[in-house]
């Protein structure tokens, strides 16, 4: 009877079972897949980010713009009358400040005007010139400005909402928007109370929204909101 002989154990040269190869392949490829995953969540957080902060930029620089805007009452009597331009000043209307469309944000609208003529009073804007590709030169520098301006905000819409307090009876406490609609303006939802004094109806005050709406890369719509209440300067006498 030939003496029984412990089991060696395998060397490192044997190498890996078929069975052991394909676990070890198995978990390779669940690590990379949580790793996949993971890059693909940071490039999402990372776009959303980025177009974030480009939306608050171009609702801030809208709503800058109107903050800027003429809104006044020159001769005291307390009412706006279009046919007293040089006295009574509107600056604050969408006219001025139009809804641009996908495609259609330019830094320049709303900062390019027709004007009222009234020289008493100089420089009322009547209305705001769209800018449109036609308007850049045909140039390196023109081409240059065009894309800074327009194209990288292609992707966006840069809606803007007014509510005149003078179409209130009651005191309005606050103006919102529903949505958002991604392909045309929202609801406006303006909340109103009985006057009173603390809180009493007014004729002389625009609440004034700047959205700018998105889509994402899965198609998902976002949105951001900016506001800011214009009031009637009725200068002194």
Known sequence: ????????????????????????????GIALLGLNMLLIGTIRSAELSKDLATARFLAAHRLEQIVMARYMDGNRDAYR?????????DEVTTANFPTE???????LN???FNFRSCAATPDIRQSAIVITAADYPDTAQGRLERELNRDQYRRFRREVY???S???????????????????????????????????ATNYVKYV????????????????????EKTFLIPAS
């Open 209 to 228: 929204l700047v959205r700018v709406k998105w889509h994402d890369s899965r198609g998902t719509v976002h949105a951001v909101t900016l506001s800011t």
């Open 81 to 89: 009358d279009p046919a007293d331009p040089c006295t009574d000043i």
């Open 1 to 28: 009877m030939s003496p029984s002989h412990p089991e060696r154990p395998r060397s490192a040269e044997g190498g890996f079972t078929l069975a052991e190869t394909l676990v070890a392949v198995g978990l390779f």
């Open 101 to 107: 469309d996908y495609g259609e944000v330019d830094l």
């Open 110 to 112: 709303g900062t390019r």
């Open 162 to 164: 007014i509510v005149d």
């Open 166 to 200: 003078k179409d209130y009876t009651d005191a309005i406490v606050n103006v919102s928007l529903d949505g958002p609609n991604p392909a045309g303006l929202d609801n406006v939802i303006v909340e109103t109370t009985a006057s009173s004094t603390d809180n009493p």
